[in-house]
């Protein structure tokens, strides 16, 4: 099936057609930065799905909507969640992605359009589940904290240290129960007192593992573990 | 909903949405990146010149194309006080202006110099 973006946005557009070029079903023929654009583009092409951004100077997403003839499917893109109810006023109207869009919520809305155009679906590269978080209590602040930004956690005494790039942050809690927050595909407890976030090793150099400027440690019990969970040449 | 200003103050922008999105693909994480500090820089710029030429309303739509990039570095209190900063623009106020350059100042600075070899998006 074929597709048209329509985002006055350059990132937006970049990544709805890089997610698009990763379904084999699903072929970009236009990309357009504002609503008219696409309006005369569509009077002379018939397309299957339109990626339309609401939210745009002079001719909105809805203006757009108001006067499109045709049967294309749509997926409403917008960083505005309460436009989400509006929307679903409108005919044709498959799927609402809120900005910045999630992948996964992407793959659900295109496999909507395809079964709504009776379009079998092709397996492709899965995602995993989403960005992991979790919150620290720092002072009676809830902080957010994506793992992928973490470096490593390393156990001092009642506390944990949790060392981010630029930033460290003291909590009190255990490396057991903190270990459990955090994805065990990309997180591994080398040593008693350390869990690194293997994406950030630097080197590894006998028992030890160098994350920035930090030396780490191995277990000699864990070592094996941690190599199998290596991607070794 | 008020806002804790010292949450906005530890938040940073996180490359989580980055990777999660580009899933490997670096190519495609440069080529974002590029886009992301060629464009803030030049949109603080007209933000500033429609500031500067009291036309809120264009203020208003650049802080909302800024919001994305806000959103897109996972910094959900900051993109709530930037929606919060747009909204105050649409009716010619001027609420959270410093707060909001506060943010996109953290962002530039954030920012690989050479988008090229950002670190972070180093794999194992």
Same mark, same amino acid.
């Given at each position: 099936m074929n597709c048209i973006v329509v985002d006055d946005e350059s990132v937006s557009r970049e990544i709805l057609a890089f997610l698009c070029s990763q379904e084999p079903n699903l072929e970009v023929v236009g990309t357009f930065t504002n609503a008219m654009d696409a309006f005369i583009f569509l009077n002379k092409e018939q397309v299957d799905l339109i990626f339309l951004d609401i939210h745009m100077p002079g001719f909105s997403g809805f203006d757009f909507l108001q006067t499109l003839k045709g049967s294309s499917q749509i997926i409403l893109t917008t960083s505005d969640k309460e436009s989400a109810l509006k929307a679903f006023e409108y005919e044709n109207i498959v799927a609402f992605l809120i900005k910045p869009i999630d992948p996964n919520r992407f793959k659900k809305a295109i496999l909507k359009v395809e079964k709504i155009l009776n379009i079998p679906s092709v397996e492709t590269s899965t995602y995993s589940k989403g960005i992991s978080q979790f919150?620290?209590?720092?002072?009676?602040?809830?902080?957010?904290?994506?793992?992928?930004?973490?470096?490593?956690?390393?156990?001092?005494?009642?506390?944990?240290?949790?060392?981010?790039?630029?930033?460290?942050?003291?909590?009190?809690?255990?490396?057991?129960?903190?270990?459990?927050?955090?994805?065990?595909?990309?997180?591994?407890?080398?040593?008693?007192?350390?869990?690194?976030?293997?994406?950030?090793?630097?080197?590894?150099?006998?028992?030890?593992?160098?994350?920035?400027?930090?030396?780490?440690?191995?277990?000699?019990s864990r070592r094996a573990e941690l190599m199998n969970k290596l991607n070794l040449i | 909903m008020l806002m804790n200003p010292h949450n906005l103050h530890l938040e940073l922008p996180s490359l =989580? /949405?980055? !990777?999660? *999105?580009?899933?490997? $693909?670096?190519?495609? +994480?440069?080529?974002?990146?590029?886009?992301?500090?060629?464009?803030?820089?030049?949109?603080?710029? =007209? /933000?500033? !010149?429609? *500031?500067?030429?009291? $036309?809120?309303?264009? +203020?208003?739509?650049?802080?909302?194309?800024?919001?994305?990039?806000?959103?897109?570095?996972?910094?959900?209190?900051?993109?709530? *006080?930037?929606?919060?900063?747009?909204?105050?623009?649409?009716?010619g106020k001027l609420n959270n202006q410093e707060e909001f350059l506060e943010i996109v100042t953290k962002i530039l600075k954030f920012l690989p110099e050479y988008p090229e070899e950002p670190h972070e998006l180093h794999c194992s």
């Open positions: 919150y620290i209590n720092i002072d009676k602040r809830l902080i957010k904290l994506n793992s992928e930004d973490v470096n490593m956690i390393e156990a001092k005494g009642d506390y944990v240290l949790i060392h981010l790039d630029d930033k460290e942050y003291r909590v009190h809690t255990t490396l057991s129960k903190i270990k459990t927050k955090l994805p065990s595909e990309f997180f591994f407890q080398v040593h008693r007192s350390y869990i690194i976030n293997l994406s950030k090793i630097i080197d590894i150099q006998d028992n030890t593992i160098l994350i920035q400027k930090f030396v780490i440690p191995i277990s000699r | =989580s /949405y980055l !990777k999660f *999105l580009s899933n490997g $693909n670096k190519n495609f +994480a440069i080529k974002l990146l590029q886009i992301l500090k060629d464009e803030l820089p030049e949109e603080l710029d =007209s /933000y500033n !010149k429609a *500031l500067k030429s009291k $036309n809120y309303f264009w +203020a208003a739509e650049i802080v909302h194309k800024i919001n994305h990039k806000i959103a897109f570095f996972q910094m959900e209190q900051s993109s709530q *006080l930037a929606t919060e900063h747009e909204l105050a623009l649409r009716e």
